[in-house]
């Protein structure tokens, strides 16, 4: 099998040239750019599996890069951030990112995401390859894993490969409260919690789609999806 392809987008370049090593070291076939109009000419001619993706790159940001790159084609996405603030996260969800990491970073934790990101598509293929998963019906809210759509009250709701896991993990214990460590492992394949904050985000971004009140806090706990809000 031929190894699979990681797109790394980075201006710094010793960032960069570290995280390709890394990545190369691990079995992964790696393409660089160094800034965001050579980031989507290289997505649309490698056709990467997973990209690493700076924020602030020159040219145009990460987001807009984002925001091209899954016009073209849907890719999973792990945005690098230098600021772990709630409000660029969700800017980055909302273009398409799949999952974010917070400068300074672990090169064993990215490549964890990494390994991570490329699972949950290996695992959504399956499923929509699979005869038997019939749509899951919360109230109005209907999700299909095999078509991989959502509608609420009949009306299509646009959600990232990651919401839609999210979403997908929740509704199958509606009414249940999931622990964040439990949706981590589920979702994320993580096994520790050093991620709870990602859940956080993804839930927010959910509830800006879905509505609000669909998902139940049970702080310090985690989240439950409510068949009737």
Not at 28 to 42: M, S
Not at 45 to 71: K, T, Y
Request: hydrophobic share 45%.
């Amino acid at each position: 099998m031929a190894p699979r392809t990681v797109l790394v987008v980075e201006d710094d370049r010793v960032i960069n040239d570290a995280v390709t090593a890394r990545l190369r070291g691990e079995g992964y076939a790696v393409v660089q750019a160094f800034d965001g109009p050579t980031a989507v000419d290289a997505c649309a001619a490698a056709e990467p599996d997973a990209v690493v993706l700076d924020v602030m790159l020159p040219g145009f940001d990460g987001h807009e890069v984002c925001r091209r790159i899954q016009a073209q084609r849907p890719v999973p996405v792990l945005m690098l951030t230098a600021r772990d603030d709630e409000a660029d996260v969700l800017v980055g969800l909302a273009v398409g990112a799949d999952d974010y990491l917070t400068k300074p970073f672990r090169m064993r934790e990215l490549v964890a995401r990494v390994v991570a990101l490329l699972r949950r598509v290996e695992r959504a293929a399956e499923l929509a390859a699979a005869p038997d998963h019939s749509p899951l019906t919360c109230g109005d809210l209907v999700i299909d894993p095999a078509r991989r759509r959502t509608t609420v009250d009949g009306r299509e709701v646009h959600l990232t490969p990651t919401e839609f896991d999210l979403l997908v993990c929740l509704a199958r214990d509606a009414g249940k409260v999931l622990t964040r460590e439990q949706l981590l492992a589920e979702v994320w394949d993580w096994a520790d919690a050093s991620g709870t904050r990602t859940v956080d985000s993804h839930v927010k971004a959910l509830r800006a789609k879905v509505g609000a009140a669909r998902l139940r806090t049970v702080h310090g706990v985690g989240y439950a999806l409510e068949a009737a809000p």
